[in-house]
T-cell receptor, first 112, second 113 residues
Framework: KQEVTQIPAALSVPEGENLVLNCSFTDSAIYNLQWFRQDPGKGLTSLLLIQSSQREQTSGRLNASLDKSSGRSTLYIAASQPGDSATYLC???????????FGSGTQLTVLP | EAQVTQNPRYLITVTGKKLTVTCSQNMNHEYMSWYRQDPGLGLRQIYYSMNVEVTDKGDVPEGYKVSRKEKRNFPLILESPSPNQTSLYFCASSSRWGADTQYFGPGTRLTVL
């Protein structure tokens, strides 16, 4: 069964710092990978979706990359802000299972 | 505004008392699903639906039922809730499976005493 691992589990950085969140998966037969943000008491908000044929996607200060051969994805956040504080989840999709397999998340705190 | 809504947002109930959590989306999405989120276990899929009248089990379907009579609605039914179903529940939808962004509802926090 596919396993999705996110390291670190928690991260605290000062405002303005660039940071990288990591996601690794054991099954390279990936269809797409999504990054989500979860705020306390709220649902998940999709940040970026990378198709298996793509290597990266960008949205504003966020850049997500996908390396199928190594089973890794990274989410790069540039010039972090306190408003970026949230839990970030990556989710793997095989295309056939009709479900997302989620990592356990990285809890990010950006200090003013 | 494109959104997925869930009701109720919070619910405390007792063992064995049937309940329904509603989920509705206004984006004409074909695909809908339910997840539960538990500390240390993450998000796990309960059921999903590829379209009206088409539903299938996810990883943890025991104790749950669903129906998809209309495209916009996908209620989650607990016919005899038990304490191990205390959890945070999320409904999600997308226009089609795989290539499109999943939209999640705000969550329903259920406590079964």
């Amino acid at each position: 069964k596919q396993e999705v691992t996110q390291i670190p589990a928690a991260l605290s950085v000062p405002e303005g710092e660039n940071l990288v969140l990591n996601c690794s998966f054991t099954d390279s037969a990936i269809y797409n990978l999504q990054w989500f943000r979860q705020d306390p008491g709220k649902g998940l908000t999709s940040l970026l979706l990378i198709q298996s044929s793509q290597r990266e996607q960008t949205s504003g200060r966020l850049n997500a990359s996908l390396d199928k051969s190594s089973g890794r994805s990274t989410l790069y956040i540039a010039a972090s802000q306190p408003g970026d504080s949230a839990t970030y989840l990556c989710a793997w999709d095989s295309g056939s299972a009709r479900q997302l397999t989620f990592g356990s998340g990285t809890q990010l705190t950006v200090l003013p | 505004e494109a959104q997925v809504t869930q009701n109720p947002r919070y619910l405390i109930t007792v063992t064995g008392k049937k309940l329904t959590v509603t989920c509705s989306q206004n984006m004409n999405h074909e695909y809908m699903s339910w997840y539960r989120q538990d500390p240390g276990l993450g998000l796990r899929q309960i059921y999903y639906s590829m379209n009206v009248e088409v539903t299938d089990k996810g990883d943890v379907p025991e104790g749950y039922k669903v129906s998809r009579k209309e495209k916009r609605n996908f209620p989650l039914i607990l016919e005899s809730p038990s304490p191990n179903q205390t959890s945070l529940y999320f409904c999600a939808s997308s226009s089609r499976w795989g290539a499109d962004t999943q939209y999640f509802g705000p969550g329903t926090r259920l406590t079964v005493l």
